[in-house]
């Protein structure tokens, strides 16, 4: 018999931090930005990851399921996202959220389909067979432990056919006391839009290291390491090349420089009031003898006019930005 007419609360929630804030800005945790610990392969990956950089050690080790992917860690950032919107408006948060999985579809840009509910409950049970064995320091607490990127994860409340409506997932304890150190960073939303995994870890970073810096220069090998690619380096030189010439990452353009470096310049540092790049008259009669016919004038005005839309960067190589410009625009 029930009480006043109304069925026990099978599902409490005041042990939870209640997902409901819908404007809350992309964050992301410094630690895993700093280095890798998800795959970036797009199949099951099984393989047991090792990393050592400056006195840093990580263990990854996968679940039957595989590795966490790159794509799997949106859990992770909306969770993270959600938690510091409220921490910044002074409300009471735990390692324990409930949130509507609709609600992390769509901030996230994924599809609402039934594909979209299906992967990310296969996300979830990767980020809670994952386990890492690290001493990155967070929180101002540096010891060596072994957890799972989230603790556990279940399905609150589902449809009748089966889809999931409402989620809940226990951070775990590692990456909470990020969030209480406020050891994030903001995340463009155009994060969610890279469909190449490693053009989202090549953002992350970007991000991390760029900071309120202009620029960051970094080399290939040492992009290579810290990315978790496991592509040889001359494969991952003409991944990175292709990046450049196809130009999608949000707030910072690529540029490859002489002795194997990559630099990386943030798109709102702003050149000088009327100084515009210049091309060399090599490039235009290069794109003149390889597009016969073409008004290269017209095509370099139509560039600079990009270039201003785009913010008015500062560009280290003129040159190469209108070349890629050229791949884009065809």
């Known amino acids: 018999m029930t009480v006043g007419g109304l069925l026990p609360d099978h599902h ?21 930005m700093e280095h890798p610990m998800f795959t970036l392969s797009t199949r099951p990956d099984r393989r047991m990851l090792s990393y050592e950089h400056n006195g840093v050690g990580i263990q990854v080790i996968p679940s039957m399921r595989g590795l966490a992917t790159i794509h799997d860690k949106d859990v992770l950032i909306y969770c993270i996202s959600q938690l510091m919107a409220a921490l910044n408006a002074g409300r009471t948060i735990t390692r324990k959220l409930q949130f509507k999985a609709y609600d992390l579809l769509v901030a996230t840009n994924r599809e609402t389909s039934g594909d979209g509910y299906k992967r990310l409950r296969d996300a979830l049970e ?13 929180g101002g607490q ?12 279940q399905i609150v409340r589902k449809t009748r056919g089966g889809r999931m409506i409402s989620v809940a997932v226990t951070l775990s304890e590692w990456l909470f006391r990020a969030v209480l150190s406020k050891s994030v960073l903001t995340l463009s939303r155009d ?6 995994p490693l053009e989202r870890r090549v953002y992350e970073l970007a991000r991390k290291h760029c900071g309120r810096q202009a620029e960051w220069v970094v080399s290939v090998e040492t992009l290579l390491k810290k990315s978790g690619s496991s592509s040889p380096r001359r494969v991952f030189r003409k991944m990175l090349r292709d ?39 090599e490039i235009l009669d290069q794109v003149r003898q390889e597009r016969p016919g073409v008004d290269v004038y017209a095509l370099q ?23 890629g410009w050229l791949v884009k625009r065809e």
């Not at 990767?126 to 967070?138: F, M, P, S, V």
């Not at 540096?142 to 994860?153: D, N």
């Not at 994060?191 to 190449?196: A, C, D, P, S, V």
Request: proline letters at 5%; one cysteine or more.
């Open 191 to 196: 994060y969610f839009r890279l469909r190449k």
């Open 142 to 153: 540096e010891v060596t432990t072994g957890f799972g990127l989230i603790e556990s994860w």
């Open 301 to 323: 005005a139509e560039w600079l006019e990009h270039w201003r839309q785009r913010g008015a960067i500062r560009l280290h190589s003129p040159d190469k930005a209108f070349e």
């Open 243 to 281: 990046m450049i010439a196809a130009d999608v990452l949000p707030d910072y353009e690529m540029q490859e420089e002489p002795g194997d470096l990559i630099r990386f310049v943030r798109r709102d540092v702003v050149v000088a009031a009327g100084t515009e790049p210049v091309l060399s008259q």
């Open 12 to 32: 409490p929630t005041a042990d939870f931090f209640v997902c409901d804030i819908f404007d809350a800005a992309p964050k992301d945790d410094m630690g895993s």
């Open 126 to 138: 990767r980020l809670a067979g994952t386990r890492i064995t690290t001493n990155y320091e967070t």
